[in-house]
């Protein structure tokens, strides 16, 4: 018993007690490789398409997440994907 007390010791009683909680919010850490190669793949779709290639369910999704996948990359990348993603979406709604 004393050898399983002294283990969870290790750890710390509070830390285990974290990684066992819940109601703790989930942290995503993301990839910068991936979102931007993610980026990279949306803007190419939408630069290829006449009209939105997306159902409007996706394209509230993508309005949504393509200014949180950039808060990923360096400042400069991220603005300027940002830039090319949305000014992809204006020309497309305008088609």
């Known amino acids: 018993m004393d050898m399983a007390r002294n283990q969870l010791d290790l750890f710390g009683a509070e830390e285990q007690s974290e990684l066992l909680?819940?109601?703790?919010?989930?942290?995503?850490?993301?990839d910068p490789d991936r979102?931007?190669?993610?980026?990279?793949k949306?803007?190419?779709?939408?630069?290829?398409?006449?009209?939105?290639?997306?159902?409007?369910?996706?394209?509230?999704l993508y309005r949504k997440i393509v200014p949180q996948m950039v808060l990923w990359l360096p400042e400069e990348e991220a603005a300027q994907l940002k830039f090319?993603?949305?000014?992809?979406?204006?020309?497309?709604?305008?088609?």
């Open 84 to 95: 090319e993603f949305e000014a992809e979406m204006v020309r497309l709604k305008a088609a």
């Open 21 to 30: 909680d819940e109601d703790a919010p989930t942290v995503y850490h993301g």
């Open 35 to 40: 979102v931007r190669a993610r980026l990279h």
């Open 42 to 60: 949306l803007i190419a779709e939408a630069r290829s398409a006449e009209t939105l290639p997306w159902d409007q369910d996706s394209v509230r």
